[in-house]
């Protein structure tokens, strides 16, 4: 079973509808038993990382997702994403999960609109099992102002937006994490979903 991590942050009935669309059993949780429990995890998120990070700390959730990330896939979406690095600077300095190295800076996009926001090509830097089924011409959804920064080896894929922007992270282990929407982004989100599915099944 996958685990969608409810959490109060995140845009989740979406996310659960592309799962169940590809049958890939899941559940919304917020409790330390199920998260332990889960075959993988998904750690979606909208809004302010510090405030994302607070309800993460107020259901006593931090030390679990962090055990759990180190044992069986793990997927960030969106600020989840975010989540996943060592510290933002959204709305002051807040550490994060620290499951990858690197921090979270306000997008810095000269001529450009911020919110990035709409479709962007994925440009893949690094092997990843997520991106085994994506060819070269793929398209992804973004809706986002804060950008990781990080070392290209933990980059999959990037794309161009005033300067590259890390689309698709990982640890090399089992940490993933997606700055677009997969569950907002047509047939392309749907195969990385499944890839996701199949680290399990």
Same mark, same amino acid.
Not at 3 to 8: K, L, P, R
Not at 35 to 44: N, Q, T, V
């Given at each position: 079973m996958i685990? #969608?991590?409810?959490?109060?942050a995140g845009n989740i009935f979406s996310l659960k509808n592309a799962l169940d669309f590809l049958e890939l059993p899941c559940e919304l949780v917020s409790d330390e038993k199920s998260?332990?429990?889960?075959?993988?995890? #998904?750690?979606?998120g909208v809004g302010a990382f510090p405030a994302a990070m607070e309800m993460l700390r107020s259901r006593g959730l931090v030390d679990v997702i962090r055990d759990e990330a180190a044992k069986k896939p793990f997927l960030g979406i969106c600020l989840g994403m975010q989540l996943l690095f060592d510290k933002s600077y959204e709305f002051g300095e807040c550490d994060g999960l620290g499951l990858i190295s690197g921090e979270v800076r306000k997008m810095d996009a000269p001529g450009l609109i911020i919110p990035h926001m709409g479709w962007n090509k994925l440009e893949k830097l690094n092997d990843c099992p997520l991106l085994e089924n994506i060819g070269m011409e793929e398209y992804v959804y973004f809706v986002h102002s804060y950008k990781a920064h990080c070392g290209d080896e933990?980059?999959?894929a990037f794309c161009e937006y005033g300067g590259?922007?890390?689309?698709?992270?990982y640890d090399g282990k089992t940490v993933f994490g997606a700055q677009f929407h997969p569950e907002k982004s047509g047939e392309t989100g749907l195969k990385i979903l499944s890839s996701f599915g199949g680290l399990i099944w």
């Open positions: 685990a #969608i991590i409810d959490y109060g998260i332990r429990s889960a075959d993988a995890l #998904i750690l979606p933990n980059i999959a590259r922007v890390p689309a698709l992270v």
